[in-house]
């Protein structure tokens, strides 16, 4: 429909060159009318990229930077460090710093960019296309800028072809597209005027991150918690208290104080003693359609955003529940992931918002709300998750887990319940203030690029 009312809104012909025409598709032609500023002269992207055409035979023996394109324009970075025996294509391109360079597959994704410093000399497939940039018509920040808009974006999709997923954009339709041109002067105060955005943006997030380093110093320090005691730091003999041990277990005992929870201001429980049920879940069987798809939440690690369960991408039916066993939770118990991947280097955990079952991976279990605050204890866990999974996390050849027993072992301080609850409404403020900082960065970078556009299109 959208596009439909674009065409709508210019009753007007469209006079295409025939020179220009590369592609007898209307909608390509359409959509190569990008609806530039008409003060600005056009100019093909071939008029001012020369294709670098400079290869290289790779060598079994020698060692070579290999280069990745991430998506949606965030730049151009280095994919790994490979023995020559280890790439298969021995024909590679080689890059240098300055050049334009873009992924034939994901074009239309927004992948493109200039080479850095840093990968000066790497090497390319035929999947990628690198050009030199004649700088004496057009900056190459301006050209990243204009490749980052969303009509370019649009025109990639439209000159793309193959099958699904492996799309390639065709060279000839990339480089003869029409794209408007300033003088260089304009060029370098578009870009400028970008870039000064851009330092509110990094100004913003900076702040954000400085906050959040500060929220975790916050807590450590209200309950007189030693930071980064960690064993790796250790030499020689290590002593640790009988009252200290939690477990008799070598195991065990390598992980002990790596944070001297009970050294600190205020009395320690372990877990156990103030969860008050913990319970885990399952998947109904996929064979059963009439399982699935139903008006019940099921939720598993990737419905974890954040530290409430607000809603889950899978649903199943009365039936499962009933026939499956499943149990469905209600609003206010804790989530966390018990078994997955991420668990490496995070701890998912939320509080529901929403009635759910959930899958194995994940465990359920509520706190005794006379003893804490369960936002302080939910704070808690995610300001010391880096201690939770050094005691509790399990590793195997599959996947990595927590380990229920050492779980329940881990000890929190117990303060007042008048000092928690002061605990919760300064970390509740400091998140506030973190949100948003971090949205005046959102929207400082969307005004950015809205400025440019607003220079360069009608």
Known sequence: MGEVNSIIKQPRLIFVNYSDIINWSVSYLISN?????????????????????????????????????????????????????????????????????????????????????????AITTADFLSYDIDVEKISPYFLTLLTATKQFSVYCQGASSGTTGRQRI?????????????????????????????????????????????????????????????????????????????KWSLDSLLKENILNIEEGKYKTLNFKSIITFFEGGKTPSKSRADFWNG????????????????????????????????????????????????????????????????????????VNEKMLN???????????????LKRASKKSVTVESINTEDFMEILIPVPPMKIQNEIVSTIEKMKAEIKSLQQQAKEYRKSAIEEFEQAIFQ
């Open 33 to 121: 009318d990008f609806g530039y500023n008409k003060k600005y002269n056009l100019f093909k992207l071939g008029d001012f990229l020369k294709k670098n055409r400079n290869t290289i035979m790779v060598d079994d023996e020698s060692t070579y930077s290999r280069v990745t394109i991430k998506l949606y324009n965030k730049g151009v970075h280095k994919r790994d460090e490979l023995k020559g025996k280890g790439i298969g294509t021995k024909k590679q391109y080689l890059v240098k710093e300055g050049q334009f360079i873009i992924s034939k597959i994901d074009a239309r994704n927004g992948a493109f960019g200039i080479v850095p410093e840093s990968l000066e000399g």
């Open 170 to 246: 065709n060279e000839a339709s990339f480089l003869n597209v029409n794209i408007p041109l300033p003088s260089l002067e304009d060029q370098r105060n578009m870009v400028d005027s970008y870039n000064d955005i851009i330092k509110l943006v990094k100004q913003k997030e900076q702040q954000a991150t400085q906050l959040e380093k500060d929220l975790d110093n916050y807590f450590f320090d209200v309950l007189g918690v030693e930071k980064n005691k960690d064993k790796k730091s250790l030499r020689g003999l290590q002593f640790i208290g009988y009252v200290n041990l939690h």
């Open 295 to 366: 008006a019940i939440a099921w939720t598993s690690p990737k419905d974890f955003n954040g530290i409430f369960i607000e809603k889950s991408q899978d649903h199943i039916t009365d039936i499962a529940v009933q026939e499956a066993g499943m149990k469905v939770f209600p609003v206010g118990v804790f989530l966390s992931v018990f078994r997955s991947g991420i668990l490496r280097h995070s701890f998912p955990t939320a509080i529901t918002q929403i009635e759910t079952a959930i899958n194995q991976d994940l465990k359920a279990y509520a």
């Open 374 to 388: 369960k936002y302080y204890f939910l704070y808690f866990i995610h300001t010391f998750k880096d201690m939770i």
